[in-house]
């Protein structure tokens, strides 16, 4: 290697930056980590320092040209590499003037670079001449004392080796001189002023103290190159034990070196305290700082690592861990390999500094993977929760084994996540993941108990609602008692079933009885609703029941109406059967208790009529309430108030059935005296032809005969839907019988008065009293204007007593009206 030397700091105090860098550059310093060795000399300017350096150490410092002078030739400081010597060694050429060419009172600079070679320097050569030693004002005696002084500004200053060479020597013995000059360096280093720290500090604990004589160069330059060689080998390995330089402390990488000793001149110019120890920790601070966040920028563009962060994005990674550790561990370790050489305390505190932040860049994809993971254990939870339940098992026991499965699957698959670098751990991840799976295994029983639930509900309405129709269908004294089988048997059967499904699921005992609670009030409600929805067709079936017994016989066959039936009865008996139906439906039997409602409906709407008949008093409406006493309001269907309007418009709606079948019955009497009537006016003109015959010269027989046929033509007339009573005995009866009922006299009076008669024979006698009177009521009698038998449909009435009325009315109006013609 070449020597490259350049000027570090000129006569002005100005510091060389960018020759300073190129030398670094050019001498490769920042490969040497701790293996160099910084030489700096002192002495009067026209000592002969930088011949001495560049014979030593092979430097091409600028010397004195003898011919032009002696004048001052190296200004400031000059810094060179020596080529040949190991390890690297540094010199500096350090001309601070003296006090003639400076200024006797000027002594800034030389201070300052003093404090800078002893700042940065790790040997100190001091070049002196032989005739100076014992002179007390020699150039070399104030230079010492300033080195002593400026040490004390270093707070906490560091053992160096002080080499001083002495040029020129005579014939005194080396011994002698080292030896008085060793004298008057201790007489130096007393009289300096110390700090109250060091008062007691001996020379020997902060310098090493060597002393090296040279001949004149001039008068014996071969024995000065033979000094000059053993010298130079002095410097051979200096920084090893025992070496010039074996017990430094406290010393900076060689890559540092620029930046310290810009940062040491600056301090050094402003002219502050230089604490070198905290200088050097401050040093190692900003350069760790600097390659930490050279690592961490390194970091976040490497390419495995975004990778590796990429592939987080779309799910779990397998060995996210192994992996992150690796990549950290190799940036980790180029930052201990770069900071090798600091301070092992600030290098330190730079490694957890780098480390935490590369976790920080870490952390976010750490956080996706452990969600991933959550995910993940959450979905095998709910799998084989699943097949637990498809498989039969218990749900209880299903949550206990499948939550302890997936918790231990969690901690087992965390384990490869987990980055050893950092403190993170599972446990909130853990904990989360555990009230999760609790959510979703509270939420996933609900959800089996509603379906358990609904199902359950469903049979019990498949079972009730339909089932129960017939049995409306079909009301009659046994309806509720069936009903009331048939959900109690319901009940049961669901109930078993429901408690055999729901011991897998370990509920309490509230919880259980209220989910039974809850089935018996469903099927309640369907019964209830059922029967509720059926009541709404109550008029129809109240008609329908009506007919049923109306129109049938005891034998449940088609009625055939001959004539002869008792209407009346059939009609009181067909209201009593759909009365019964009424009360069936008046309100809701589940429980096995006995009502009157059925006899209260009988004696207010059916019984009453002959009551009111009998006798005229007013009773309380037993109907006029809104609640049956024995039924609750909730289980009521038909309140008695409805009923009573019910029935009412019952009886409005059957009546023309009524007298629809009276006048079909009148219709059939007066067809059957029809055709009785004309064989017996056969029967009658062939007998009176006889008696002609036999008497056809007797007038006056002639004139009874005449006489007799008139009458009973007229009477048969008259009366004709009574003829066929007339005739059920003799003949002969019948005839004298109808005689017996004929108005003769009277009759025959205003006939023979009117004689031809009117046009349609003589006008029909006025209802008789018997028609009307049947037609009264408890308020005394009301007339009604006769109602030919063939209408079909009569005016209605609001109440039973006025059917009964048209009904007697209706037979009394049979017994009087004349035959129509």
């Given at each position: 290697?070449?020597c490259?030397?350049?000027?570090?700091i000129d006569?002005?105090?100005?510091?060389?930056?960018?020759?300073?860098d190129h030398?670094?550059k050019?001498v490769?310093l920042?490969e040497c980590?701790?293996?160099y060795?910084?030489?700096?000399?002192?002495?009067?300017s026209?000592s002969g320092?930088?011949l001495?350096l560049n014979?030593?150490?092979?430097?091409?410092?600028?010397?004195m040209?003898?011919f032009k002078g002696r004048?001052?030739t190296?200004k400031?400081i000059?810094?060179?590499?020596?080529p040949?010597?190991e390890p690297?060694?540094i010199v500096?050429?350090?001309?601070?003037?003296?006090r003639?060419?400076?200024?006797?009172?000027?002594?800034?600079?030389?201070?300052?670079?003093t404090?800078?070679?002893?700042a940065?320097?790790?040997i100190?050569?001091?070049?002196?001449?032989c005739?100076?030693?014992?002179?007390e004002?020699a150039?070399d005696?104030?230079?010492?004392k300033?080195i002593?002084?400026?040490?004390?500004?270093l707070?906490?200053?560091?053992k160096?080796?002080?080499?001083?060479v002495i040029?020129?020597?005579?014939?005194t013995a080396?011994?002698h001189l080292?030896?008085?000059l060793r004298e008057?360096i201790?007489?130096?280093w007393?009289?300096?002023?110390?700090?109250?720290a060091h008062?007691s500090?001996?020379l020997n604990?902060l310098f090493h103290v060597?002393?090296?004589?040279f001949p004149?160069?001039?008068?014996?330059?071969e024995q000065f190159?033979e000094?000059?060689?053993?010298?130079r080998n002095?410097?051979?390995h200096?920084i090893?034990s025992g070496g010039?330089?074996?017990?430094?402390g406290?010393v900076?990488?060689?890559?540092e070196?620029?930046?310290?000793?810009?940062?040491?001149?600056?301090?050094i110019?402003?002219?502050?305290?230089?604490?070198l120890?905290s200088h050097?920790?401050?040093?190692?601070?900003?350069r760790?700082?600097?390659?930490a966040n050279?690592?961490l920028s390194l970091?976040?563009?490497?390419?495995a690592?975004?990778e590796l962060?990429e592939a987080?994005?779309?799910?779990s990674?397998?060995g996210?861990?192994?992996?992150v550790?690796s990549?950290?561990?190799?940036y980790?370790?180029e930052y201990d390999e770069?900071?090798t050489?600091f301070?092992?305390g600030v290098?330190?505190t730079?490694?957890?500094?780098?480390?935490?932040n590369l976790l920080?860049?870490?952390?976010?994809?750490?956080r996706?993977?452990?969600?991933?993971l959550?995910s993940?254990?959450?979905?095998?939870?709910t799998?084989?929760?699943?097949?637990?339940?498809?498989?039969?098992?218990?749900f209880?026991?299903?949550?206990r084994n499948?939550?302890?499965?997936?918790?231990l699957?969690?901690?087992?698959?965390f384990?490869?996540?987990?980055?050893k670098h950092?403190?993170?751990?599972?446990s909130?991840s853990?904990?989360?993941?555990r009230?999760?799976?609790?959510?979703h295994?509270t939420s996933?029983?609900s959800t089996?108990?509603?379906?358990l639930i609904a199902?359950?509900?469903?049979?019990?309405t498949?079972?009730?609602?339909?089932p129960?129709?017939?049995?409306?269908?079909?009301?009659d004294q046994?309806?509720?008692?069936?009903?009331?089988?048939l959900?109690?048997r319901s009940?049961?059967?669901?109930?078993?079933e429901?408690?055999n499904?729901l011991?897998?699921f370990e509920?309490?005992s509230?919880?259980?009885d209220?989910?039974k609670m809850?089935?018996?009030h469903h099927?309640?409600?369907?019964?209830?609703n059922?029967s509720r929805?059926e009541t709404?067709?109550?008029?129809t079936?109240?008609k329908?029941?009506?007919?049923?017994?109306?129109?049938?016989?005891?034998?449940?066959l088609p009625r055939v109406?001959?004539g002869?039936?008792?209407i009346?009865?059939i009609t009181?008996?067909?209201?009593?059967?759909a009365?019964?139906?009424l009360?069936?439906f008046?309100?809701?039997r589940l429980?096995?208790?006995?009502?009157?409602?059925?006899?209260?409906?009988?004696s207010?709407?059916?019984d009453?009529?002959?009551?009111?008949?009998?006798q005229?008093?007013?009773?309380r409406?037993?109907?006029?309430?809104?609640?049956?006493?024995?039924?609750?309001?909730?289980?009521?269907l038909?309140?008695p108030?409805?009923?009573?309007s019910?029935w009412?418009?019952?009886l409005?709606e059957?009546?023309?059935?009524?007298?629809?079948?009276?006048?079909?019955?009148?219709?059939?009497?007066?067809?059957k005296?029809?055709?009785?009537?004309?064989?017996?006016?056969?029967?009658?003109?062939?007998?009176i032809?006889l008696v002609?015959?036999?008497?056809?010269?007797?007038?006056l027989?002639?004139?009874v005969?005449?006489i007799?046929?008139?009458m009973?033509?007229?009477?048969?007339?008259?009366?004709?839907?009574n003829?066929?009573?007339?005739?059920?005995h003799?003949m002969v009866?019948?005839?004298?019988s109808i005689l017996?009922r004929?108005?003769?006299?009277?009759?025959?009076?205003?006939?023979?008065h009117?004689?031809?008669?009117h046009p349609?024979?003589?006008p029909?006698?006025?209802?008789n009293?018997?028609?009307t009177?049947?037609c009264g009521t408890s308020?005394g009698p009301?007339l009604?204007?006769?109602v030919?038998?063939?209408?079909r449909?009569?005016p209605h009435q609001?109440?039973?007593?006025?059917s009964t009325?048209?009904y007697?009315?209706?037979?009394?109006?049979s017994r009087?009206?004349p035959?129509?013609?």
């Open positions: 290697m070449e490259c030397e350049t000027q570090l006569g002005d105090g100005n510091f060389n930056v960018s020759g300073l030398f670094v050019t490769r920042g980590g701790l293996s060795v910084v030489v700096a000399i002192m002495g009067p026209i320092k930088s001495l014979k030593i150490f092979q430097t091409n410092f600028r010397e040209d003898a004048t001052q190296s400031g000059w810094i060179a590499n020596s040949g010597i690297c060694t500096m050429d350090l001309d601070y003037g003296d003639r060419e400076r200024g006797e009172d000027d002594t800034v600079f030389e201070r300052q670079t404090l800078f070679a002893l940065v320097s790790d100190i050569l001091i070049n002196m001449c005739h100076d030693i014992c002179r004002q150039a005696k104030p230079l010492l300033t002593f002084q400026v040490m004390m500004r707070f906490c200053p560091r160096m080796t002080l080499l001083f040029c020129d020597k005579t014939n080396s011994e080292e030896l008085v008057d201790q007489r130096i007393d009289s300096v002023a110390k700090p109250e008062k500090t001996a604990e060597e002393v090296f004589t004149n160069y001039e008068e014996r330059e190159n000094q000059v060689n053993l010298l002095q410097f051979m200096s090893a010039l330089a074996g017990d430094r406290g900076l990488p060689a890559s070196f620029s930046f310290n000793s810009q940062h040491m001149w600056k301090v110019k402003e002219n502050r305290e230089l604490d120890p050097k920790v401050m040093i190692a601070t900003i760790c700082e600097e390659i050279e690592k970091f976040a563009s490497d390419e690592w975004l962060s987080v994005k779309s799910g990674v397998v996210f861990g192994q992996n550790d990549i950290l561990d190799a980790l370790a770069e900071t050489y301070d092992e290098r330190s730079g490694r957890k500094l780098l480390q935490a920080k860049l870490v952390h976010p994809s750490f996706a993977v452990l969600k991933h959550h993940k254990s959450l979905k095998k939870f799998i084989a929760l699943e097949q637990s339940l498809i498989a039969g098992r218990g209880a026991s299903s949550v499948c939550t302890q499965y997936s918790l699957q969690f901690d087992q698959d384990s490869g996540l987990r980055v950092s403190d993170w751990d599972a909130r853990h904990e989360k993941l009230l999760n799976i609790e959510a295994a996933s029983r089996k108990l509603s379906e199902y359950y509900k469903k049979q019990l498949e079972e009730l609602a339909q129960i129709e017939p049995f409306f269908d079909n009301a046994s309806t509720w008692v069936s009903i009331r089988k959900y109690n009940i049961e059967k669901a109930l078993s429901f408690t499904t011991s897998g509920l309490d509230t919880d259980f209220n989910l809850d089935l018996k099927a309640r409600d369907v019964v209830e059922k929805e709404g067709k109550i008029l079936r109240l329908d029941r009506f007919l049923d017994v109306f129109d049938r016989d005891n034998d449940s109406w001959t002869k039936e008792d009346k009865k009181k008996d067909s209201r009593i059967a009365l019964k139906v009360s069936i008046a309100g809701i429980d096995e208790k006995v009502d009157q409602i059925e006899s209260i409906l009988n207010a709407l059916i009453t009529l002959t009551a009111n008949e009998k005229n008093t007013t009773l409406d037993p109907l006029s309430s809104n609640i049956w006493e024995e039924i609750p309001p909730e289980n009521t038909i309140s108030s409805q009923c009573k019910l009412k418009k019952f409005k059957t009546d023309f059935i009524v007298y629809d079948k009276m006048s079909i019955e009148g219709a059939l009497r007066r067809k005296v029809m055709r009785f009537f004309s064989w017996n006016v056969i029967a009658l003109s062939i007998i032809s002609c015959m036999m008497s056809s010269r007797n007038r027989a002639i004139q005969v005449s007799a046929v008139f009973v033509s007229n009477t048969l007339r008259i009366r004709r839907h003829i066929t009573r007339q005739f059920e003799v009866a019948g005839f004298l017996s004929s108005r003769f006299t009277p009759r025959f009076s205003r006939r023979a009117q004689h031809g008669g349609h024979g003589f029909a006698e006025p209802i009293a018997e028609a009177a049947v308020k009301r009604r204007r006769a030919p038998v063939t209408a449909h009569p609001a109440s039973p007593k006025s009325c048209d007697e009315f209706l037979k009394a109006h009087t009206q035959p129509q013609t």
